[in-house]
């Protein structure tokens, strides 16, 4: 199980979420590529976003098929499949910030890797994290690295809507994001910067599945946070919902609208 992070005081600092890896296991040497990532880390990066002090890229494990479905090489200990990887530089607010404000962390990286895991204890569905890294003896680190499983089947939810999201599973859909919203909420998290494309759609399957015994039941689609951006832990933590009612607005009727603050409570 994933494990929040204290704060030693280790030049470098690396943790799996589960048993150790070697760095191979990512087709790497080293950690370098993962604090400043580039063509070294992998010819199939992609990048998501970049800013000033953070970098978000995207990029296969080793034994990936590429788009042609031709293997690239030989699978490692963690399979096959896409991760995605933050790293961080700098900037103090959001360092202090990490270090001052519930929860703890050296780093900032450290901070979304305890945030992952405080939600994921509570029922909230992310991308699993896989491993996190830091560099710096002292209060803060100010390179630190995140690695993380890109959801697979899965879109940003205003995509779903434009696609899967139709007649009853729309409705299945919407149930399935007020529930995660609400779950939030119960694990005393508030997410200011929250947007409709940090939560991800796993369709349900077009409704109705047969199970092996022969029964029949409603599937819910599944529903990923896969940003914690300025996410804070709070004792009484605000309704999720309010972000994302700009959004929302131009999205939903009224009347899904109203379904969802219902099941916000």
Known sequence: M?????????????RWAAEPHALAALGLATSAPLYAPGPELSARLEVLEQSE???RVVFPLPGTADARGNLTGRPGGLG????WLTAFAGDWPELLRARFTAPRSASRAEREWNLLCHLRANGVGTPEPLLVGARGAGLVATRSFLVVRA????????????????????ERGLEALG????????AGVELPELALADLWVTPGGGGC????????RNRLPGVTLVSVRGARLCSAARSALAPLEPELAA???????ARLA????
């Open 80 to 83: 096959t499949g896409w991760l």
């Open 251 to 257: 999205l939903l009727s009224a009347e899904e609208r």
């Open 151 to 170: 959801p697979e089947g899965a879109f940003p939810f205003p995509r779903w809507l434009r696609t899967d999201g139709i007649g009853a599973e729309r």
């Open 209 to 216: 599945e047969e199970e092996a015994a022969g029964a029949r």
């Open 2 to 14: 994933n494990t929040p992070i204290a704060a030693p005081s280790a030049i470098e600092r690396l």
């Open 179 to 186: 529930r995660a919203l609400a779950a939030v909420r119960r």
């Open 262 to 265: 219902v099941l916000l409570g």
């Open 53 to 55: 002090g953070r970098t």
